[in-house]
């Protein structure tokens, strides 16, 4: 994978924020999407798509206290996507 690290970080119970670097020399994607999902809801999975330039972005959802949350980073190459970085996230 070309994505070194990934976190998340929590703003409040409306937003968050995923950072990420890439590794050195690695091939720059065309875009990042990042996805996640609470794990109490698993069918509702939410995504957003991320412009290459891009090594952070705020997440707007409803994040509810004492609940597990699942992000994804998939880095997106012109021959498909690459492998996600997954961080498992309690909020509290």
Known sequence: TSVESFR???????????VWTM???SDMPLEFIVEWK????EEKVQ???IPQN????YIEDN?????KYVF??????????????VVKWLFY
């Open 47 to 49: 995504w957003m798509n």
């Open 54 to 57: 891009m090594s952070r972005c």
């Open 72 to 85: 994804s980073l998939y880095p997106v190459f012109p021959e498909g996507v690459g492998r996600s970085k």
């Open 38 to 41: 609470n794990l109490g809801n």
């Open 63 to 67: 994040f509810f206290a004492i609940e």
């Open 23 to 25: 590794l050195p020399k």
């Open 8 to 18: 998340v970080y929590h703003m409040n119970n409306t937003c968050a924020v995923a």
